[in-house]
T-cell receptor
């Protein structure tokens, strides 16, 4: 089954404790991206990757890091989480930015 | 500042009514997509429009891309409770590598 998986689905952590949210896709897609979704603000892109070893900032990259060492994986790293990073995070993949984005199920992060 | 503004932000209607959701921008997009998101899930693509003035139909849903490719609308005929969800538009700008999402319209269809 074609899918994007994210782990964990739910995470409660404390300020400053480094965390990683994993994302993996099995569709051999070139393009992957991370979004955060907040009430009234819609989906905002954090980082995206056009291909392996190629990543670039989206609209709200501050406080986040990503890596794309393998085509299928695109982890999101919060080196020192803060409460304003409490949000619902989605990973997505597609053949290209203009094509259908396949979204993962989301990770709800709470930073205390 | 949001690149794509959707209106209305919230919409609650009775089953059987018609409705239109708008997605507006001052920027030109090379293509525009509409997604629906249900609680606890990621957005799922409904349609992609690429040509100014293009109209696409998906059962009771009609999507239109503005002539100038700056706006789009989603019209639902005879809404059903299964249409309930968050509707998101997303645009791709020529020469840009990222996708811009709208603010979303949360639709509730009451049986």
């Amino acid at each position: 089954e074609a899918q994007v998986t994210q782990n964990p689905r739910y995470l409660i952590t404390v300020t400053g404790k480094k965390l990683t949210v994993t994302c993996s896709q099995n569709m051999n897609h070139e393009y992957m991206s991370w979004y955060r979704q907040d009430p009234g603000l819609g989906l905002r892109q954090i980082y995206y990757s056009m291909n392996v070893e190629v990543t670039d900032k989206g609209d709200v990259p501050e406080g986040y890091k990503v890596s794309r060492k393998e085509k299928r994986n695109f982890p999101l790293i919060l080196e020192s989480p803060s409460p304003n990073q409490t949000s619902l995070y989605f990973c997505a993949s597609s053949e290209d930015r203009v094509y259908e984005q396949f979204f993962g199920p989301g990770t709800r992060l709470t930073v205390l | 500042t949001q690149l794509l503004e959707q209106s209305p932000q919230f919409l609650s209607i009775q089953e059987g009514e018609n409705l239109t959701v708008y997605c507006n921008s001052s920027s030109v997009f090379s293509s525009l997509q509409w997604y629906r998101q249900e609680p606890g899930e990621g957005p799922v693509l409904l349609v992609t429009v690429v040509t100014g003035g293009e109209v696409k139909k998906l059962k009771r849903l009609t999507f239109q891309f503005g002539d100038a490719r700056k706006d789009s609308s989603l019209h639902i005929t005879a809404a059903q409770p299964g249409d309930t969800g968050l509707y998101l538009c997303a645009g791709a700008k020529a020469g840009a590598n990222n996708l811009f999402f709208g603010t979303g319209t949360r639709l509730t269809v009451i049986p």
